[in-house]
């Protein structure tokens, strides 16, 4: 069955780095997009980030764009996400999510999210 | 401000039917496919609905959706008090080049 599994999230004081990981299982792939949708306390879903099948294609939200880098490793089933400069405004419950072929919009299986705090 | 808008919050006697509606722009909505997810307290987002009005395997058909023009709607008859969640409606924006979610919908089951 299709897994993922997000990891890599905690506490970090402003102005820092983290690096989060989804490990994924269950499916090829290497045949899917894949995106960084987060979720701040008490708030609603936010778009963070997508990176095509083969990682030639990314896409990132304003609010990340120069601060936040997707990647894959096809042969780890893994898909990361590095966080610089983080901002306390960054602070959220971040999730991995399966994309589609068809519409970009068809995320089908997320994974259990991992919590970013960003605090002093 | 959401890019797509919802309205906050819903409420219906269990058995009863409700709608959620989602309104966007022909960036976004007018020309994408459109979906709909539930999350319920404590836990991620499932997939609904997408490509505006199809279920993934396993939903049942007391969810629907539709969309017409910049607009769309998802439906849910027989209403339960295990659908008492938080649902989100989400599309690509084309002008932007970004994904777009509405700001979510609370569904209260009276």
């Known amino acids: 069955q299709v897994q993922l599994v997000d990891s890599g999230g905690g506490v970090v004081q402003p102005g820092r780095s983290l690096r989060l990981s989804c490990a994924a299982s269950g499916f090829p792939f290497s045949s899917f997009a894949m995106h960084w949708v987060r979720q701040a306390p008490g708030k609603g879903l936010e778009w963070v980030a997508d990176?095509?099948?083969?990682?030639?294609?990314?896409f990132y939200a304003d609010s990340v764009k120069g601060r936040f880098t997707i990647s894959r490793d096809n042969s780890k089933n893994t898909l990361y996400l590095q966080m610089n400069s983080l901002r306390t405004d960054d602070t959220a419950v971040y999730y991995c999510?399966?994309?589609?072929?068809?519409?970009?919009?068809?995320?089908?299986?997320w994974g259990q999210g991992t919590l970013v705090t960003v605090s002093s | 401000q959401s890019v797509l808008t919802q309205p906050p919050s819903v409420s219906a006697a269990p058995g009863q039917k409700v709608t959620i509606s989602c309104s966007g722009s022909s960036s976004n909505i007018g020309n994408n496919y459109v979906s709909w997810f539930q999350q319920l307290p404590g836990t991620a987002p499932k997939l609904l609905i997408y490509?505006?009005?199809k279920r993934p395997s396993g939903i049942p058909d007391r969810f629907s959706g539709s969309k017409s023009g910049t607009s769309a709607t998802m439906g849910i008859t027989g209403l339960q008090t295990g659908d008492e969640a938080d649902y989100y409606c989400?599309?690509?924006?084309?002008?932007?080049?970004?994904?777009?979610f509405g700001g979510g919908t609370k569904l209260t089951v009276l």
């Open positions: 990176i095509s099948f083969d990682g030639g294609n990314k």
């Open positions: 999510a399966r994309g589609s072929a068809i519409a970009v919009a068809d995320l089908d299986y």
């Open positions: 490509d505006n009005n």
């Open positions: 989400g599309t690509w924006d084309s002008s932007l080049s970004v994904l777009v």
